[in-house]
């Protein structure tokens, strides 16, 4: 017996040793993935260029409410046409129908098709509230046809049809197949029946939304200690995947992006370069312009900023920008047989990606709110989204659990590992759409900087608030694309309910 004890005490001193060795390796290891998260590779630093300080964003504050912007005279030459506008409540489909007005369509030739009317102040005003609306549930074929099936004012019934199909939800960081379902149903049986009800209305021109995040490759999460930084942790984006067989869902970051290249393969494949002509705008990366916006409106609405990203180097679009090349793109598809047709094309804002802390400094010094950024290790974020990635598809997995466990709210609830892979460095590249018609390409030319877009939406949120007794708490509430696809899915559009 007198030798049994030291033989269990070396036994369990080599058990102990053995735990602490395995603890201090996990701990590197973590500390290691920690460091790769904030690495930027020195060719994205070089691109980025340099930062926004707050004299920049003050003088180009004090330009802007000087000389407010005005881009009418860039906009594509009018076409005499009818336009159905799906989503445009929203911030793409709302700036082309702005945009459609500023350039001479007369209201009674344009019709908004959406779920809900726009919270947006500058739909509500002028030619714009004089737009027709149309209530509708695009996961409805019924409903998209009784849209499209709504007579016309007789002095343009006759005009030939422009389609510009705006209408998406965006859910960015879910990319289980559990929560595919109303996903797809928007985002994909909704573009079917778009489609569907286009052909039947006589549309001849479709020009659909889609979406960079499709060419987004899922980084690498947990990469090897010796790696020097993630697989995929910087990208640049364009339309090459495009000609390529369609990945598998796993390939895509989310549910998202595999919706929307799902939905711009079959908008593509529409096209007949004759009587129906189609094609695809993709928005890259980050949409911006209005405070219903995830991008700054999203920012603006809070006092503190909890993040990870700062360093991160990315392009941004303004929603103007995504609409002119919507306009861009209708023009060239008048000519049939155009090889433009039934392909999609990247845009971004025409200057290069810029970082998040430009775009926090730009909140931070600009507007009437208090507003405090709070940086996290990205493991700490990263290992975090995992635990509420499973919590969250618990009632997925077993349906008893919806009844019994309390969800996640607020943005807590989006912080899922998906969000990572699109809150990586990722730069644009839009060279097809900037290339002239008669080399294949749509003539683009952005009509705002991101310097521009964002310090206007931080004026214009001034603007909106200047009167407000108390500064530091009172913000009007808009509700993002993210919050409504929430909102949309409590309702059950598409057949598919969560629990409120």
């Known amino acids: 017996m007198a030798f049994v004890f030291p033989a269990l005490a070396s036994s369990a001193l080599v058990a102990t040793t053995l735990v602490g060795a395995l603890i201090l390796c996990l701990l590197l290891f973590f500390i290691r993935i920690n460091l790769m998260f904030k690495k930027t590779p020195a060719e994205f630093r070089i691109l980025a260029g340099s930062r926004w300080?707050?004299?920049?964003?003050?003088?180009?504050y004090k330009e802007l409410d000087e000389n407010p912007i005005n881009y009418a005279s860039q906009l594509p030459p009018k076409l005499n046409r009818r336009y159905v506008v799906t989503g445009g409540s929203g911030l793409v489909g709302g700036h082309i129908v702005l945009q459609l007005l500023a350039r001479g369509t007369p209201p009674e030739s344009i019709r908004v098709i959406d779920i809900r009317r726009t919270e947006r102040n500058d739909l509500h005003s002028e030619a714009a509230s004089r737009v027709d609306f149309v209530q509708t549930d695009v996961t409805s074929l019924t409903?998209?046809?009784?849209?499209?099936?709504?007579?016309?004012?007789q002095s343009v019934a006759h005009l030939p049809l422009t389609v510009f199909h705006t209408a998406a939800i965006i859910i960015p960081s879910a990319r289980s197949k559990l929560q595919y379902e109303f996903?797809?149903?928007?985002?994909?049986?909704?573009?079917?029946?778009?489609?569907?009800?286009?052909?039947?209305?006589?549309?001849?021109?479709?020009?659909?939304?889609?979406?960079?995040?499709?060419?987004?490759?899922?980084?690498?999460?947990?990469?090897?200690?010796?790696?020097?930084?993630?697989?995929?942790?910087?990208?640049?984006?364009?339309?090459?995947?495009?000609?390529?067989?369609?990945?598998?869902?796993?390939?895509?970051?989310?549910?998202?992006?595999?919706?929307?290249a799902l939905a711009e393969r079959i908008v593509c494949e529409a096209n007949d370069g004759n009587s129906f002509r189609t094609g695809c705008i993709r928005p890259g990366n980050g949409v911006y312009g209005n405070p219903t916006d995830n991008t700054v409106g999203g920012p603006l609405s809070k006092s503190i900023m909890p993040t990870w990203v700062p360093h991160i180097v990315q392009s941004f679009v303004h929603g103007a920008n995504v609409a002119v090349a919507h306009l861009h793109h209708e023009a060239v598809l008048t000519t049939r047989n155009c090889p433009q047709s039934g392909r999609p094309f990247v845009v971004t804002d025409p200057n290069p990606p810029i970082t998040?802390?430009?775009?926090?400094?730009?909140?931070?010094?600009?507007?009437?709110?208090?507003?405090?950024?709070?940086?996290?290790?990205?493991?700490?974020?990263?290992?975090?989204?995992?635990?509420?990635?499973?919590?969250?598809?618990?009632?997925?997995?077993?349906?008893?659990?919806?009844?019994?466990?309390?969800q996640i709210r607020g943005d807590l609830r989006h912080l899922q590992?998906?969000?990572?892979?699109?809150?990586?460095?990722?730069?644009?590249?839009?060279?097809?759409?900037?290339?002239?018609?008669?080399?294949?390409?749509?003539?683009?030319?952005?009509?705002?900087?991101?310097?521009?877009?964002?310090?206007?939406?931080?004026?214009?949120?001034?603007?909106?608030?200047?009167?407000?007794?108390d500064k530091t708490y009172a913000r009007k509430p808009y509700t993002t694309s993210v919050e409504l696809a929430e909102e949309i899915q409590k309702l059950g559009v598409g057949g598919v309910r969560v629990s409120t």
């Open 53 to 60: 300080d707050q004299k920049l964003l003050s003088q180009t």
């Open 143 to 153: 409903s998209v046809q009784s849209a499209f099936y709504k007579p016309w004012e």
């Open 183 to 260: 996903v797809e149903a928007v985002n994909v049986r909704g573009t079917r029946n778009v489609l569907i009800a286009a052909r039947e209305a006589g549309a001849d021109i479709f020009s659909s939304t889609s979406s960079a995040s499709i060419a987004i490759r899922p980084v690498e999460l947990f990469p090897s200690p010796w790696a020097s930084i993630p697989k995929h942790f910087a990208q640049v984006l364009d339309e090459s995947d495009f000609y390529e067989p369609l990945r598998s869902h796993e390939d895509f970051f989310g549910n998202y992006p595999a919706s929307k």
């Open 356 to 406: 998040y802390r430009d775009l926090y400094n730009v909140i931070k010094f600009l507007s009437l709110h208090s507003f405090h950024v709070v940086v996290l290790p990205p493991v700490l974020v990263l290992l975090l989204s995992h635990v509420i990635e499973w919590y969250v598809l618990l009632p997925y997995r077993y349906p008893f659990l919806r009844y019994l466990l309390p």
């Open 417 to 469: 590992p998906g969000l990572f892979s699109i809150c990586t460095h990722l730069v644009v590249s839009d060279l097809e759409a900037r290339k002239p018609v008669e080399d294949g390409g749509l003539g683009y030319r952005g009509v705002l900087t991101t310097l521009q877009g964002m310090v206007w939406e931080v004026l214009e949120w001034n603007r909106e608030h200047e009167n407000e007794q």
